[in-house]
């Protein structure tokens, strides 16, 4: 399961979005402005660009990220 802090307007949450649709993987959306506790966790953790993706407990990053993380994944369920 992914998990991605997102906010409206965002292309780059969209396009996160659409490619873990397209992937037929699963997430999960917090939106940024809605949850204070996404506000202060990303203030304390210098994060300041959405979208910021997690997938299980493990950090990802942002959209392009993203795109090398799961390329990785497919990598190594070839091997």
Not at 23 to 50: G, P, R
């Amino acid at each position: 399961m992914y998990y991605i802090i997102t906010k409206d307007n965002c292309i780059y949450c969209d396009k996160a979005k659409m490619f873990l649709n397209d992937n037929m993987e699963a997430y999960q959306t917090i939106d940024y402005k809605d949850n204070v506790f996404m506000k202060k966790l990303m203030f304390k953790a210098e994060l300041v660009t959405l979208p910021q993706i997690w997938h299980n407990d493990e950090y990802v990053g942002g959209y392009n990220e993203l795109l090398s993380y799961h390329s990785y994944l497919d990598v190594d369920l070839i091997m």
